[in-house]
Nanobody, 126 residues
């Protein structure tokens, strides 16, 4: 029912920036908390950032704190992830996800989310 489509991935040199977007359709966007996760080859999908339904609270993994910024535009049904000072360790497929009924303390967990996009590849060269 709910569809999420990521865009904005690509190849960038270390120290560069990218801005990812996630377009949502098929539901009431403002009713969902949203998150970004990433998965590198051979590794589990890991939490990157999350934002509550009205954008008043944000959460970040320690590995991206101070470099990434999550935001949302509810009028455009779009979620964003601004990524600065990129490192080769950031290379992964990035997924956006939506949570309907949720607890704020659980937004770092994959199990909290009901819908997932197909992902967009981010590659950071050294």
């Amino acid at each position: 029912q709910v569809q999420l489509v990521e865009s904005g991935g690509g190849l960038v040199q270390a120290g560069g920036s990218l801005r990812l977007a996630c377009a949502a359709s098929g539901g009431t966007f403002s009713s969902f908390a949203m998150g970004w996760f990433r998965q590198a080859p051979g590794k589990e999908r890991e939490f990157v950032a999350a934002i509550t339904r009205l954008g008043s609270n944000t959460y970040y993994a320690n590995s991206v704190q101070g470099r990434f910024a999550i935001s949302r535009d509810n009028a455009k049904n779009t979620l964003y992830l601004q990524m600065n000072s990129l490192k080769p360790e950031d290379t992964a497929v990035y997924y956006c996800a939506a949570a309907s009924n949720y607890e704020r303390a659980w937004l770092t967990s994959r199990r909290q989310y009901d819908y997932w996009g197909q992902g967009t590849q981010v590659t950071v060269s050294s």
